[in-house]
């Protein structure tokens, strides 16, 4: 009771400095909401507070009040807890372009591919079938706790590399199966649908010794919107020189990546061409023999750790 006690107490004091990360989540949402917002820079330092709450909480070890499991031990309901800010980004990612669009747009939807069923954060319409827009957002990098070392933003990205575009790849592949002719690649996949994007949110390592320079992150996300996605936006972010918050990072110009609200400007625009006068939209197109029978399989919710 003594440790449970002072781990309350901890925590209360944490929040005072640096707020509870589930209030100004939802303040964020609210804020979004009821002000009917469509740029991410009207949001850009409220995220950025959000993810310093986090953070501060996941480095004192202690997890903040009223979120979680109660019944948890303290590091693996903090670690549950932190997996939030992943969801957190797709989630306002749909506010936003919902707000731009006027159209239902929620976040994480079952959306069916060529081989399997795809968990997508972003899909319009939302429908398991034949969405026209689908978007992948990313959260990465972390810091220091315990024992832990500070990770890294580009940690591991040669695998979400490989997800990302096996997804693309895979969704536009669903309407003709293997009936598909692709002949050249770039025209191919510019003109199947559905477009894809990914939206890639980056808290830069500054710590350890160690340094994330955005110029690697704004390259690699360059490479997949040129060779496999629609387009690509990318926000990062950094210990601030005053060592109580976190800064934007601005991007770099030598690379053809773009800012989050141009991508969010994309996906409107898309929506608005496919909706057309009538303002519905398009029936989906389902193929009339699915050549692989992926009801059975095990899809991304069910894999995901």
């Known amino acids: 009771m003594t440790n449970i006690r002072a781990i309350a107490d901890r925590s209360e004091a944490l929040e005072a400095r640096v707020g509870h990360p589930g209030m100004l989540w939802e ?13 991410f820079g009207d949001v850009q330092e409220h995220w950025l507070d959000l993810m310093w709450s986090m953070d501060a909480f996941r480095i004192a070890g202690v997890p903040p009040r009223a979120m979680g499991r109660a019944d948890v031990d303290s590091p693996a309901r903090l670690a549950a807890i932190y997996r939030s800010k992943g969801n957190w980004f797709a989630t306002l990612v749909s506010l936003l372009l919902q707000n731009r669009t006027n159209q239902p747009i929620s976040p994480r939807t079952k959306v069916r591919g060529f081989s399997q069923l795809h968990q997508v954060d972003v899909a319009w319409p939302v429908r398991e079938n034949d969405p026209r827009v689908c978007a992948e957002t990313k959260v990465t990098g972390a810091p220091a706790f315990g024992s832990t070392p500070a990770r890294s933003a ?14 693309a790849t895979d969704l536009k592949l669903y309407r ?15 003109k199947a649908p559905p477009k894809t994007y990914f939206l890639w949110a980056a808290r830069l390592r500054t710590e350890g010794g160690y340094v994330d320079d ?51 400007y994309r996906i409107e625009t898309e929506v608005r061409h496919l909706l057309g006068p009538s303002g519905v939209p398009p029936a989906p197109v389902v193929p009339e023999k699915p050549s692989v029978d992926i009801d059975g399989l095990l899809g991304d919710a069910q894999t995901s750790s």
Do not use: C, M
């Open 176 to 190: 003709r199966q293997q009936d598909t002719s692709i002949d050249h690649w770039g025209v191919w996949r510019e």
């Open 154 to 167: 580009i940690a591991d990205f040669s695998n979400r590399r490989k997800e990302l575009k096996f997804a």
């Open 27 to 39: 303040a964020l949402k609210d804020r979004v909401q009821d002000q009917g917002l469509t740029r």
């Open 214 to 264: 955005i110029r690697r992150l704004a390259r690699e996300a360059q490479a997949l919107a040129t060779s496999y996605l629609d387009g690509a936006g990318l926000f990062g972010w950094r210990n601030a020189s005053s060592g109580n918050r976190y800064e934007a990072v601005d991007l770099p110009v030598e690379y053809q990546v773009s800012e989050i609200d141009d991508v969010l």
